[in-house]
């Protein structure tokens, strides 16, 4: 058992993995809320086994390290210009010290475990930070045409044999993608899930969009599964809180 943030690790039980007839998803012919739930249970066991506890594999990150990221000349002004106030002593918490989720695509670098919920029309993934769940639907649907802005998105994904593809849009424009610069309603996330190891999970993230890139920012992380570990509560507000005022800087009014 492990020992961190000063709080006691209690259990949540792990399940295997979401089903879907595999390759491209389209959308189905009925909508989800009309499918049987039962239908699918027995396509699981074929998928992989994700089950147990993932934490980030800090020296597999390393060695994959994406390049930086080619913005677009308005981004790169406003890239600057976050850098400058920095070097006020400005910009130095992000609004995750007030206790926002980081959202996506922050909340898959954190330094925190993961767990996978598979059942026959979704994933839902787990993540200790901020207790937070994300749903990754597999039954065929397509994105939403005019999404509402969501920290998680919204997300679909479908199976390429032993990998998970995972298109993400929606995405709240308070996220940020890289220091400084935040999400738009043109940013899409495309994450690849796979495991060319026992015990290992690699994540691939391209995220696309015009008005920030001038190419596809690919970033690359590992994660490596954690016999007998439990997921355990987050509750920022209890904590773990911060505190940043509305210049970045660290504050103690932690109201």
Same mark, same amino acid.
């Given at each position: 058992?492990?020992?961190?943030?000063?709080?006691?690790?209690?259990?949540?039980?792990?399940?295997?993995?979401?089903?879907?007839?595999?390759?491209?998803?389209?959308?189905?012919?009925?909508?989800?809320?009309?499918?049987?739930?039962?239908?699918?249970?027995?396509?699981?066991?074929?998928?992989?086994?994700?089950?147990?506890?993932?934490?980030?594999?800090?020296?597999?990150?390393?060695?994959?390290?994406?390049?930086?990221?080619?913005?677009?000349?308005?981004?790169?002004?406003?890239?600057?210009?976050?850098?400058?106030?920095?070097? #006020?002593?400005?910009?130095?918490?992000?609004?995750?010290?007030?206790?926002?989720?980081?959202?996506?695509?922050?909340?898959?670098?954190?330094?925190?475990?993961?767990?996978?919920?598979? #059942?026959?029309?979704?994933?839902?993934?787990?993540?200790?930070?901020?207790?937070?769940? #994300?749903?990754?639907?597999?039954?065929?649907?397509?994105?939403?045409?005019?999404?509402?802005?969501?920290f998680n998105g919204h997300s679909v994904g479908w199976w390429e044999n032993d990998t998970l593809v995972v298109e993400t849009t929606g995405i709240n424009p308070r996220n940020v993608i890289v220091p400084g610069i935040h999400a738009t309603e043109q940013t899409r996330i495309r994450e690849t899930f796979r495991s060319d190891a026992p015990g290992k999970l690699t994540?691939?993230?391209?995220?696309?969009?015009?008005?920030?890139?001038?190419?596809?920012?690919?970033?690359?992380?590992?994660?490596?599964?954690?016999?007998?570990?439990?997921?355990?509560?987050?509750?920022?507000?209890?904590?773990?809180?911060?505190?940043?005022?509305?210049?970045?800087?660290?504050?103690?009014?932690?109201?």
């Amino acid at each position: 058992m492990r020992v961190g943030m000063g709080l006691k690790a209690f259990g949540l039980s792990v399940a295997m993995a979401a089903w879907s007839t595999g390759g491209v998803a389209q959308p189905d012919t009925q909508p989800p809320s009309h499918q049987d739930p039962r239908a699918g249970y027995a396509a699981l066991a074929q998928l992989p086994d994700w089950s147990g506890v993932w934490s980030p594999d800090w020296s597999m990150t390393a060695k994959n390290r994406s390049k930086e990221p080619q913005f677009t000349q308005a981004a790169a002004q406003t890239s600057q210009a976050f850098k400058a106030a920095q070097e #006020r002593g400005e910009n130095l918490q992000g609004e995750v010290a007030n206790c926002l989720p980081p959202g996506m695509p922050g909340i898959m670098s954190q330094p925190y475990p993961i767990e996978f919920l598979f #059942r026959p029309g979704a994933v839902y993934l787990i993540t200790e930070t901020y207790s937070q769940v #994300r749903r990754i639907y597999t039954d065929g649907r397509p994105l939403p045409e005019d999404p509402d802005p969501f920290f998680n998105g919204h997300s679909v994904g479908w199976w390429e044999n032993d990998t998970l593809v995972v298109e993400t849009t929606g995405i709240n424009p308070r996220n940020v993608i890289v220091p400084g610069i935040h999400a738009t309603e043109q940013t899409r996330i495309r994450e690849t899930f796979r495991s060319d190891a026992p015990g290992k999970l690699t994540v691939e993230t391209s995220i696309t969009d015009p008005t920030l890139f001038i190419e596809p920012f690919v970033t690359q992380a590992s994660f490596a599964r954690n016999d007998g570990w439990e997921m355990r509560e987050y509750v920022c507000a209890e904590n773990n809180k911060d505190g940043a005022d509305e210049f970045g800087r660290p504050t103690m009014n932690l109201d």
